[in-house]
């Protein structure tokens, strides 16, 4: 996937919206930018298979040497699957960022919350604040 | 990033090379450039290069300056000999850490030796003002704040001092660790000192602020080609902590006495008067909480503040934790209730709401003698 195809959280979760089955399905991973700033990751947790998150939510961890950082549900519904390979190949999220890298699929309930994600060059112009402020 | 931050004489360098800058203590800093593991890595293996600038120094002219600082600072220092550096703790009424500092004693043409004292950036107003305050008008001793007409490199790892040795004028290699010397490197006069805050054996150096920029890309020169790097703070924290070394603000406050830290060895209360030393004559007996090593068996990191519990019971918290590079595991340190800061006593650390199985372990977790 391409990164103009993403919707981007401003919490740094790429979500990629797909027809999946007759149902909206949303594949969700970690931004190549805020990757890039954790470095060195020696941690993820994965949401958890069924939960019902909405926008917002914590449902995941990644933690680097020097931090650790929550994952939110960048979108409302029903995690129907987790990319299991991950925790143990940490790698595959800075190889990979949105292909390989992807951590979770959320079965969409409403659409209405990706009203409130960023398009690429929206998100790339608040990363390039915070690049310079951070 | 806030314009009331200072920046070290390296500020330029590090902004060209795609240093991570945060701000630290009131300064902005390299945090990391590349990567941290691969920072702490060469550190471990060759050699790493620190610009600890932020770091306070203060010089004491006047030949009262050592008795000064002996009633002021945990260790006996009065009749150190040219040369001689010494780890100390500057302490309250209470016993309580106000800083945690180096001592030099160098050689100089003048009656006595010539007197720095290198304090926590974080630490620097708040000692200067201590010193102020407890230099007596009939002691002639004039204190002087250099941190910003000079900078400080650290050059850590095993290949530090084959690096260092050739390019400074004095017999680096036979210096002891914790000693120092005035020298020149090139046409400039440093101050160079067996000390670090790594683990790993190698050199410090106090440079004029004008000749930093050229000894720094110096180092860095001599450096590459060996496998060294320059390194930035996060690197310099997991390799501390490696090192067991405390930091002030961590490890070290004004709650805690040096006695609880476990700094026993820099503590001489025979025959040595300072500020604090009634109060630690009381809590040497038996210190209520100590400082520990812990280590633990998966990868989730216990963090500052989170809690240290035995059977359900909150009997401690942690200092620092950080994933150790050279041990692939976390490991942290923390203050606990004396009876569970035994080494290989079992404890867990409340990681976020869910327990991880973690042991005491001695301190350092990582010595280059023992490797």
Known sequence: MKPDELLFAETHEWVHVAQEGGEKMATIGISEFALAQLTDLVYLELPEIGRTVAAGDEFGVVESVKAVSPLYSPVNGEVVAVNAALPDHLEILSESPYERGWIAKVRLTDEACLSKLLDVVTYQKQCACAGENG | MADDLLRTPLYAWHADHQARLVAFAGWEMPVSYTSIVEEHQATRQALGLFDISHMGRLEFDGPGALAFLDRLVTRRVARMAPGQIRYALVTNENGGILDDVL??????????????????????????????????????????????????????????????????????????????????????????????????????????????????????????????????????????????????????????????????????????????????????????????????????????????????????????????PTFNRPIAMAYVEAPFATVGQLLDVDIRGRLAPAAVTPLPFYSRHSK
């Open chain 2, 103 to 324: 001592v030099y004693a160098l050689a100089s043409s003048g009656p006595g030796p010539r007197v720095l004292m290198v304090v926590n950036a974080s630490n620097r107003p708040k000692i200067l003002a201590w010193l102020q305050r407890h230099l007596t008008a009939d002691e002639s001793v004039v204190i002087r704040d250099t941190t910003r007409q000079t900078a400080m490199i650290a050059v850590q790892g095993p290949t530090a001092i084959e690096v260092v040795a050739p390019q400074v004028d004095v017999d680096l290699r036979s210096m002891k660790y914790y000693s120092g010397a005035v020298t020149r490197l090139g046409a400039t006069e440093i101050i160079i000192s067996r000390t670090g805050y790594t683990g790993e054996d190698g050199c410090e150096l106090i440079v004029p602020a004008a000749s930093a920029l050229t000894i720094w890309q110096q180092l860095v020169d001599l450096a590459t080609p060996r496998g060294g790097r320059p390194a930035g703070l996060a690197a310099r924290d997991t390799l501390r902590l490696e090192a067991g070394m405390p930091l002030y603000g961590h490890e070290l406050s004004e709650d805690i006495n040096p006695l609880q830290a476990g700094l026993d060895f820099a503590v001489q209360l025979r025959d040595h008067e300072f500020v604090g030393c009634h109060a630690l004559q009381a809590d040497a007996v038996a210190p209520a909480r100590r400082r520990v090593g812990l280590q633990l068996d998966q990868r989730r990191v216990p963090r500052e503040g989170y809690p240290v519990v035995h059977a359900g019971q909150v009997v401690g918290a942690i200092t620092s934790g950080t994933f150790s």
